[in-house]
């Protein structure tokens, strides 16, 4: 039995003779895994993914469907913390997401919740890195290089240029953008351009609200969200204020003042 994937036919059980698979994992229906990939014993591997050549998969890692995986790629490794003294920790990966050449992908840490997760439909491009007990959301792009320190969050929809470094803890708010070669070392809002070293505020990413269909009238209210925060000269407690006394409701605005109000880093300025 055959189904089509990214114009490939791919079979049930479609494992490089070079491949080694340990006993104890699971492998769903017309994954492919490519010569010299190794999947370890607690590796779960959903339906329709594809593992390109030299990937290593190890530790309790559970890998959803649709995904395509490039050579050389490691995942599910130990994670780089000193405090970590080999427990049990996990890494989640949902379906749809593409993973590019060389990209590493650690698993949690017991301080920091015992699991790393990623959601769908995400690009990592190549040489990428997501350190233990990040959480990243969907339809997120990070570019070349990028490297997420320990216990990072990014949310939907965000765009992340090549070789950017996010510190630890910082959160990255969704549709936001950070130019390449930035510097992220305070938390991001959303809807919010950022580049730089460090990574200040540059204006809305228009652009983005626009592709994720945003409305022009929610885009208006955004921007004097933005002029509120950046330009009126009050503090994040007074702006918040004077936001929620003053801007239309929305979805989009109260996951704006929400985000404010947890941003124990402090944000970009």
Sequence with gaps: ???????????????????IVAPGAKIGKNVEIGPYA???ENVEIGAGTVVGPHVVIKGWTTIGKNNEIFHGASIGFEPQDLKFDGEKSYLFIGDDNTIRE?????????????ETRIGNDNLLMAYCHVAHDCQLGSHIVMSNATNLAGHVVIEDHTV?????????????????????????????????????????????????????????????EIKRAYKTLYRSKLNIDEAIEKMDQELDASEEIEHFLRFLRNASRGICR
């Design 1 to 19: 039995m055959a189904a089509e994937k990214k114009g490939k036919v791919l079979h049930m059980s479609n494992i490089h003779e070079t491949a």
């Design 38 to 40: 190794i999947i370890g």
């Design 102 to 114: 060389n990209v590493t992908i650690h698993r949690g840490t017991a301080d920091g919740g015992g």
């Design 160 to 220: 992340i240029a090549g070789m950017v470094g996010v510190h630890q803890f910082v959160r990255i708010g969704k549709m936001s953008m950070v130019g390449a070669h930035s510097k992220v070392v305070k938390d991001v809002p959303p809807y919010i351009l950022v580049d730089g070293h460090p990574a200040g505020v540059n204006g809305i990413n228009v652009v983005g609200l626009r592709r994720n269909g945003v409305t022009p009238e929610k885009r208006r």
